[in-house]
């Protein structure tokens, strides 16, 4: 089994900072991507941004120069830096990674999502 614990959400002023972390454990081989996304209430789940194993970063055009992504293999953990928020950013953060069990075999695992509010 494999398990995505998130942390970092929480209640900040707009224009603040905020970072989450999500960190992958159980039976890993590797990890592929490792992504952020973010449901707001009567919204779909949007991607926010998304790294690959060499470090290609994608992000959505409401976040890009606001956001950075990172990752650390050696912890398997992905990183989410969110600045200048705003409350439009208001949303649960889902962490997502593609864990290869084995060479052959893998799975799309999601985290258990954190709430991040920004007041206005």
């Known amino acids: 089994q494999v398990q995505l614990v998130e942390s970092g959400g929480g209640l900040v002023q707009a224009g603040g900072s905020l970072r989450l972390s999500c960190q992958a454990s159980?039976?890993?081989?590797?990890?592929?991507?490792m992504g952020w996304y973010r449901q707001a209430p009567e919204k779909q789940r949007e991607l926010v941004a998304a790294?690959?194993?060499?470090?290609?970063?994608n992000y959505a055009d409401s976040v890009k120069g606001r956001f950075t992504i990172s990752r650390d293999n050696a912890k398997n953990t992905v990183y989410l830096q969110m600045s200048s928020l705003k409350p439009d950013d208001t949303a649960v953060y889902y962490c997502?990674?593609?864990?290869?069990?084995?060479?052959?075999?893998?799975?799309?695992?999601w985290g258990q999502g954190t709430q991040v509010t920004v007041s206005s």
């Open positions: 997502n990674m593609y864990v290869k069990l084995s060479l052959i075999m893998g799975k799309n695992v």
């Open positions: 790294i690959s194993t060499g470090g290609t970063t």
């Open positions: 159980g039976s890993i081989f590797s990890i592929t991507t």
